[in-house]
């Protein structure tokens, strides 16, 4: 089923209006002028929109070849890509392992939803190769997932896509190579019985999210980043629903970057982990570490969590890390890292103290966490180059020369 939006009825009979007051007043200047105004107040309406065109290898909407998504991601050459036109789209599309492909939007943004692929998902990656999916919106698959990037698959980018209102965002299954997020929205995952998360990536081999806006999570995290390399770049994190997890969840296995984040909690009564690193380098979980180090950076990122403090940290210190690197973030109302024991490297507390901040809430000047002055930043070769702009981008970081998650505002 595809529904397309209509315009604007009226342009064409307030003209005639306007040309029949003209007739009955004669000649006189008012009334030139009114029609004039009336004129040029609807001179957008006198040609229909130009309808953007569709260039992919294959086409889906109105007067297209196709109007169904997965018979246009069918007859797609491999390599080739496929247009979605705006709209309404209450159907779903498997994505067979023998292709590469993307997948974009054209005259506005397509919304697939309602409907499950083999029972899995509203789209469903089996692709071997490499599939983009640009400029869509995904949602309401009940207590499914929205989008699943199978087993064993190759890389998944997706760019400016909206994924909403299921039991699971994504979940990217183990063995797959690469999951990217960029540039988007995830929010109103619930699903009590296996933990409603906004992004699961399990087990991939490399997880990159930057500049997205991540919300509405009620029981799971908002990114559980199960993976071998992780890279957690410039977001936006609203606790606003209280979830019940830890926010983030990392592996800690492999190479991973958590830096220049904006993260806030209204759980005002609560105790909130922004961030915790599970325990799998050397006792296993599930699966011991591929990889031959586990190293983490959390830098350059601003943690504000509101109401009382309680057991509230940045980072929940439950490790067992080659390395760790904790500097030049700014936390407000909750500890940089939860008091407690540690396990493998033992940290003392100038390995973070005088290289973090806590900062009382005034100091932010907007609900994004932007700020006008900051504490000066130590010496960091983490140094971000770009930083957050709500609501799913990022843009030009010219100075680290302070704390946080941005630069200083005039």
């Known amino acids: 089923m595809f529904r397309k939006g209509g315009g604007n009825l009226y342009g064409l009979a307030g003209l005639t209006l306007a040309a029949l007051f003209v007739t009955a007043c004669g000649d006189g200047s008012q009334s030139d002028a009114v029609a004039q105004e009336l004129q040029s107040g609807n001179a957008s309406d006198q040609a229909p929109e130009e309808r953007a065109e569709c260039t992919a290898d294959t086409c889906v909407g109105e007067g297209e070849e196709y109007s169904s998504v997965q018979a246009a991601v069918d007859a797609a050459p491999d390599g080739g890509s496929v247009g979605i036109e705006g709209g309404t789209y209450e159907q779903c599309a498997v994505i067979p392992e023998n292709k590469s492909l993307t997948i974009r939007g054209f005259d506005g943004r397509p919304h697939l939803k309602s409907r499950l692929c083999d029972g899995k998902a509203v789209l469903v990656n089996y692709s071997k190769g490499k599939v983009v999916v640009d400029g869509l919106e995904l949602s309401d698959a009940g207590t499914d997932k929205v989008i699943w990037h199978h087993d064993n698959t190759g890389a998944l980018i997706l760019?400016?896509?909206?994924?909403?209102?299921?039991?699971?965002?994504?979940?990217?299954?183990?063995?797959?190579?690469?999951?990217?997020?960029?540039?988007?929205?995830?929010?109103?995952?619930?699903?009590?019985?296996?933990?409603?998360?906004?992004?699961?990536?399990?087990?991939?081999?490399?997880?990159?999210?930057?500049?997205?806006?991540?919300?509405?999570?009620?029981?799971?995290?908002?990114?559980?980043?199960?993976?071998?390399?992780?890279?957690?770049?410039?977001?936006?994190?609203?606790?606003?629903?209280?979830?019940?997890?830890?926010?983030?969840?990392?592996?800690?296995?492999?190479?991973?970057?958590?830096?220049?984040?904006?993260?806030?909690?209204?759980?005002?009564?609560?105790?909130?982990?922004?961030?915790?690193?599970?325990?799998?380098?050397?006792?296993?979980?599930?699966?011991?570490?591929?990889?031959?180090?586990?190293?983490?950076?959390?830098?350059?990122?601003?943690?504000?969590?509101?109401?009382?403090?309680?057991?509230?940290?940045?980072?929940?210190?439950?490790?067992?890390?080659?390395?760790?690197?904790i500097e030049n973030n700014l936390v407000t109302n909750a500890r940089l890292v939860k008091d407690g024991s540690t396990q493998g490297v033992y940290w003392y507390p100038g390995d973070w103290n005088g290289k973090n901040m806590t900062v009382e809430e005034d100091l932010f000047t907007d609900r994004f966490l932007h700020v006008r002055s900051a504490p000066s930043a130590v010496s960091s070769r983490h140094q971000p180059t770009e930083q957050y702009a709500h609501p799913t981008s990022t843009e030009s970081r010219s100075d680290g020369s302070s704390m946080g998650a941005y630069q200083v505002s005039p």
Not at 208 to 229: D, E, P, T, W
Not at 242 to 256: D, K, S, Y
Not at 259 to 288: C, F, H, L, P, W
Not at 289 to 314: M, R, V, W
């Open 159 to 325: 760019r400016n896509v909206e994924v909403h209102n299921a039991g699971m965002g994504i979940l990217a299954s183990t063995n797959s190579e690469r999951l990217e997020i960029h540039d988007s929205e995830f929010y109103d995952m619930d699903e009590p019985t296996q933990n409603g998360h906004l992004v699961y990536a399990g087990q991939v081999k490399d997880l990159v999210i930057k500049g997205s806006y991540f919300h509405s999570a009620r029981n799971g995290h908002m990114i559980k980043a199960k993976s071998v390399n992780v890279d957690i770049e410039n977001n936006y994190l609203l606790d606003n629903y209280g979830t019940t997890a830890n926010l983030i969840n990392i592996w800690g296995c492999g190479t991973n970057r958590v830096v220049g984040n904006a993260i806030v909690s209204e759980n005002k009564s609560g105790a909130v982990q922004a961030m915790d690193v599970s325990v799998r380098k050397r006792y296993g979980e599930v699966k011991t570490c591929p990889a031959n180090n586990a190293d983490i950076t959390i830098a350059y990122n601003s943690f504000l969590k509101k109401g009382e403090t309680l057991y509230s940290s940045l980072l929940l210190d439950s490790y067992d890390m080659d390395s760790m690197t």
